[in-house]
């Protein structure tokens, strides 16, 4: 019997592989992770994994829809496990950390756009730019 996350892999079709499931499972333990910090907690677990294998492995994951990409402006492709909704995401201006934003709707594509330009939406991104608690506070200091 397979364990649960070999087991979604199967039924999304992808053939089973050791480095699928310790990427899978890093991307799961970290949220908005980067290709990097999964290749260090994948060699922590497991030894080696170039950091190719890596990309290879996620873009796998993100293609079967077992993980979602996400790429703000002038920061690096961060990668989650959160997929089931049409979530959106705060990001720090100042340390670049990341926090999901529920949709304020409840339901895809979560924005109407003004004009479509005959396009069936089906997911919406936002992102949100700001100041974290953290940094805030560090500059009213």
């Known amino acids: 019997m397979l364990t649960g996350q070999a087991a979604l892999l199967r039924q999304h079709g992808l053939r089973v592989t050791a480095q699928r499931l310790a990427v899978l499972r890093?991307?799961?333990?970290?949220?908005?992770?980067?290709?990097?910090?999964?290749?260090?907690?994948?060699r922590t677990e497991a030894g080696s994994i170039s950091l190719q294998a890596v990309y290879d492995a996620l873009g796998v994951l993100?293609?079967?829809?077992?993980?979602?990409?996400?790429?703000p402006a002038g920061s690096p492709a961060r990668f989650e496990?959160?997929?089931s909704d049409n979530h959106h995401h705060v990001i720090c201006r100042f340390c670049?950390?990341?926090?999901?934003v529920d949709c304020a709707v409840g339901y895809a594509p979560c924005l109407t756009a003004a004009d479509d330009h005959g396009y069936v939406i089906d997911e919406a991104e936002v992102i949100y730019w700001g100041r974290c608690p953290?940094?805030?506070s560090e500059v009213a200091t």
Request: charge should be neutral.
């Open 134 to 136: 953290q940094c805030a």
């Open 26 to 42: 890093a991307v799961t333990a970290a949220s908005h992770v980067t290709a990097d910090a999964v290749a260090d907690t994948v």
């Open 81 to 83: 496990a959160r997929v």
């Open 62 to 71: 993100v293609e079967a829809g077992l993980v979602r990409r996400i790429q």
């Open 96 to 100: 670049g950390r990341v926090s999901d």
